[in-house]
């Protein structure tokens, strides 16, 4: 799988298909979005939805729509059942989409198999603090041990387990609140208090944490991080100037960054983040169609000012289109059995859920 993430991040630029005909000239295209509107994902999709409008031939409308639910399975159990065959209906999912899976929630009606990847991006996650327990913070969590968080949390079988286990990894005692739609809700759970620590992604921490940064209160505690040519955890491109949480866990007495504990996290961590965000076409979609969006999204990442642009809005991370799109899902949705066993474990004994 590490060997896979690597090769993905080396290869991003692929060569586009040839394209058969395909004209959405007067067409309406809808990109659901399983989460609430206040979100990474819908930054995401909200970035990446006019390029796409522009790059498609016939300069389609391409209109963002929420349909949040169950931690992202509502909209994945219902984009399973759709069968459009005209491009005209396109789904972005998650690492909050993607765990369930991997985990084997009883409450996925959803195949990846089935769909066509056309593109993935990854992405970074920031945690960070209010301003009093910031105060604590020198770049161990060793002051904080005695102090009780609040997380407004989507689930601990999302996405959020992989801040969760971090935090516990780090001998934090961080109490979630579940049931949040979106990672937006939690951050606004932050700003009015309800929260004393929280994450997002990197696209919500650009368009809100970095502001509440500004304005003194919150203090960035750590990134994820990302993966170098050689699957070793290094600093996040878009935060090179805040540690990851392998160095706070390094310099953090009693955690560990070797053994089960933390070859799960990272397992989880290298699913969750190089390859999060995916956009798919429904099954039964034409070749010519899915040829079509591929080209049109190699046609954005090509663009002369893209680089720039998404470094602002979604962050310094790889894009994968076609063939490449595809790759990056099979790294997303596959993890190593050892790791399973250890998160489902964990599940149970630290928050009582049980997947059966």
Same mark, same amino acid.
């Given at each position: 799988?590490r060997?896979?993430?690597?090769?993905?991040?080396?290869t991003?630029? /692929?060569?586009?298909p040839?394209?058969?005909?395909?004209?959405?000239a007067?067409?309406?295209?809808?990109?659901?979005?399983p989460?609430?509107?206040?979100?990474?994902?819908?930054?995401?999709?909200?970035?990446?939805?006019?390029l796409?409008a522009d790059?498609?031939?016939?300069?389609?409308?391409?209109?963002?729509?929420?349909?949040?639910g169950?931690?992202?399975?509502?909209?994945?159990?219902?984009? $399973?059942? $759709?069968?459009?065959?005209?491009?005209t209906l396109?789904f972005?999912s998650?690492?909050?989409?993607?765990?369930?899976y991997?985990?084997?929630?009883?409450r996925v009606?959803?195949?990846?198999?089935?769909?066509?990847?056309?593109?993935a991006?990854?992405t970074?996650?920031?945690?960070?603090?209010n301003?009093?327990?910031?105060a604590?913070f020198?770049?161990?969590?060793n002051?904080?041990?005695?102090?009780?968080?609040?997380?407004?949390?989507?689930?601990a079988?999302r996405?959020?387990?992989?801040p969760?286990?971090?935090?516990?990894?780090?001998g934090?005692k961080?109490?979630?609140?579940?049931g949040?739609?979106?990672r937006?809700?939690?951050?606004?759970?932050f700003?009015?208090?309800?929260a004393?620590?929280?994450? $997002?992604?990197?696209?919500?921490?650009?368009?809100?944490?970095?502001?509440?940064?500004?304005q003194?209160?919150?203090?960035?505690?750590?990134?994820?991080?990302a993966?170098?040519?050689?699957?070793n955890?290094?600093?996040?491109?878009?935060?090179?100037?805040?540690?990851?949480?392998?160095?706070?866990?390094?310099?953090?007495d009693?955690?560990e960054t070797?053994?089960?504990?933390?070859?799960?996290?990272?397992a989880?961590?290298?699913?969750?983040?190089?390859?999060?965000?995916?956009a798919?076409?429904?099954?039964?979609?034409?070749?010519?169609?899915?040829?079509?969006?591929?080209?049109?999204?190699?046609?954005?990442v090509?663009?002369?000012?893209f680089?720039?642009i998404?470094?602002?809005r979604?962050g310094k991370?790889?894009v994968?289109?076609?063939?490449?799109? $595809?790759?990056?899902?099979?790294?997303?949705?596959?993890?190593?059995?050892?790791?399973k066993t250890?998160v /489902?474990?964990?599940l149970?004994?630290?928050?009582?859920?049980?997947?059966?």
């Amino acid at each position: 799988m590490r060997n896979a993430v690597c090769g993905l991040v080396a290869t991003t630029a /692929l060569t586009a298909p040839a394209v058969a005909e395909v004209d959405f000239a007067g067409k309406t295209i809808e990109w659901v979005i399983p989460f609430s509107e206040t979100g990474g994902s819908a930054k995401w999709a909200n970035f990446f939805a006019p390029l796409l409008a522009d790059a498609l031939p016939g300069k389609p409308t391409v209109v963002v729509k929420f349909m949040p639910g169950a931690g992202s399975t509502k909209g994945a159990n219902w984009f $399973q059942k $759709q069968k459009y065959d005209d491009g005209t209906l396109l789904f972005g999912s998650s690492g909050s989409t993607q765990f369930p899976y991997l985990l084997g929630d009883p409450r996925v009606r959803y195949e990846y198999k089935d769909w066509n990847a056309v593109m993935a991006s990854g992405t970074g996650g920031v945690a960070y603090l209010n301003a009093d327990d910031g105060a604590k913070f020198d770049g161990t969590a060793n002051a904080l041990k005695d102090t009780n968080f609040i997380y407004g949390s989507q689930g601990a079988t999302r996405l959020d387990l992989v801040p969760l286990l971090a935090w516990q990894m780090l001998g934090m005692k961080v109490e979630p609140v579940f049931g949040i739609k979106g990672r937006g809700d939690g951050r606004l759970m932050f700003e009015r208090g309800e929260a004393t620590i929280d994450y $997002q992604t990197s696209s919500g921490y650009l368009k809100g944490g970095v502001d509440l940064v500004e304005q003194g209160k919150a203090v960035p505690m750590m990134t994820w991080g990302a993966l170098d040519a050689d699957g070793n955890i290094v600093r996040d491109p878009t935060f090179p100037d805040i540690a990851t949480f392998k160095e706070v866990c390094e310099a953090t007495d009693g955690c560990e960054t070797s053994g089960e504990a933390w070859d799960a996290w990272k397992a989880f961590f290298v699913a969750g983040f190089p390859v999060q965000k995916l956009a798919f076409l429904p099954a039964g979609t034409p070749q010519d169609v899915i040829d079509t969006y591929t080209a049109a999204f190699e046609a954005v990442v090509a663009d002369a000012d893209f680089a720039k642009i998404s470094s602002k809005r979604v962050g310094k991370y790889p894009v994968f289109t076609g063939e490449g799109a $595809q790759t990056a899902l099979g790294t997303a949705t596959n993890v190593p059995a050892e790791a399973k066993t250890y998160v /489902l474990n964990w599940l149970k004994e630290a928050y009582g859920v049980e997947l059966k």
